[in-house]
């Protein structure tokens, strides 16, 4: 009975270590792919996020610039100073 479950402890073990190998290999495979799509992703999303504030900002400007009326006060009187 020992023999059987050193065995069956064994290939556990080897179980372990042959997933752990598997997913580290697929790990340094895979998420350099994955982080550059992420961040890809990020970028477009700054970019779409960007494009739709100057579009809302040049929207208001547009509406709200009218043109302003100029106060007309009178001329310019220059004062001398009599002693």
């Not at 790990?27 to 982080?35: E, K, S």
């Amino acid at each position: 009975m020992e023999t059987a479950s050193f065995s069956g402890l064994l290939e556990t073990i080897l179980f372990i270590f042959a997933f752990y190998y598997v997913v580290k290999f697929l790990a340094r495979l895979f998420l350099p792919i994955m982080a550059q799509k992420m961040m890809e992703k990020a970028a477009d999303q700054f970019q779409q996020q960007q494009q739709n504030y100057q579009q809302q900002h040049t929207s208001q400007n547009t509406n709200s610039e009218k043109p302003k009326e100029k106060k007309v006060v009178g001329e310019y009187v220059d004062f001398e100073e009599i002693e």
